[in-house]
């Protein structure tokens, strides 16, 4: 099978899965469980429909930026998807949201930029004045790939295993906190289920908008001013069930910084 092949088999694959509802095995047979280039070809593809179809891509989201979850899955990289409009709980009526097959949770630190980051130079500090603000947000993770059963490659090509995501309403300046020494914590229905910290997102959740700034720059496609960036976990998932109250704190030291809700509410 050549890699042209492999590619659009793997598009076609998992576009099947988002229009029958039902998971699909892995894509790692059609183009390689490391093929980076392959599995971003995938992506793109699928970018590609959902654009032609109406939606429109309204920033980006990291994924793997925990080092624990960079070895389970024998990568030392992170990697990135499109968020698109339908994907946004606040704003997208339910009937216009992606299906929802295997969700998880996780709370996360996401940006939104005031300034197109496509300089020369762009690290955690380059990054940090292009930020217009940061919200605490959640993101419902999701894979089209039967039983979680990926490798690097089937993530990615399966638009970073993404779902829909919801930013907390309280706009935080940078000028206001240090990402990396925020500390987190999601409860369900009011039990702790997860907490993590800024530090656990690529050591900094700047540095993993950095990481992703440079990234985006090189493939031709940069961040740009308005763009909302969710910055990778800052702690592991958890099982989402219909009905349940899920809630994330983002706390500096004892002052709450911010906080988001979402409950998932089936058709």
């Known amino acids: 099978m050549t890699t042209t092949t492999g590619v659009r088999a793997a598009a076609q694959r998992l576009d099947s899965a988002t229009i029958l509802g039902v998971p699909v095995p892995p894509v790692r047979d059609l183009i390689g469980p490391e093929d980076l280039e392959s599995a971003y070809a995938v992506q793109s593809l699928g970018t590609r429909?959902?654009?032609?179809?109406g939606e429109r891509a309204v920033g980006r989201k990291i994924g793997l930026t925990s080092p624990a979850v960079q070895q389970?899955?024998?990568?030392?990289q992170p990697d990135f998807g499109v968020l698109f409009d339908t994907m946004d709980v606040a704003h997208a009526p339910l009937a216009r949201r992606p299906r929802l097959l295997q969700p998880k949770v996780e709370a996360e630190l996401a940006f939104v930029l005031s300034a197109d980051l496509d300089l020369e130079q762009l690290d955690a500090i380059s990054v940090r004045g292009a930020v217009e603000y940061a919200a605490a947000a959640l993101e419902i993770v999701d894979s089209r790939i039967a039983d979680w059963d990926i490798s690097?490659?089937?993530?990615?090509?399966?638009n970073a295993s993404s779902g829909w995501f919801v930013l907390g309403?309280?706009?935080?300046?940078?000028?206001e906190f240090e990402p990396r020494e925020i500390a987190m914590n999601m409860t369900v229905d009011g039990e702790?289920?997860?907490?993590g910290t800024g530090s656990a997102c690529l050591g900094d959740p700047l540095n993993a908008l950095a990481w992703l700034a440079r990234t985006a720059r090189d493939l031709g496609q940069p961040l740009r001013a308005g763009e909302i960036v969710l910055s990778g976990a800052l702690g592991p998932m958890a099982a989402l069930?219909?009905?349940?109250?899920?809630?994330?704190e983002i706390f500096s030291g004892t002052q709450t910084l911010g906080a988001v809700d979402f409950t998932w509410e089936q058709s």
């Open 192 to 195: 702790i289920v997860s907490t």
């Open 49 to 53: 429909r959902r654009l032609a179809a």
């Open 72 to 76: 389970q899955l024998g990568v030392n």
């Open 152 to 158: 690097f490659a089937d993530t990615v090509a399966d």
């Open 241 to 248: 069930r219909p009905g349940a109250l899920v809630r994330s």
């Open 169 to 175: 309403t309280e706009r935080l300046s940078l000028e």
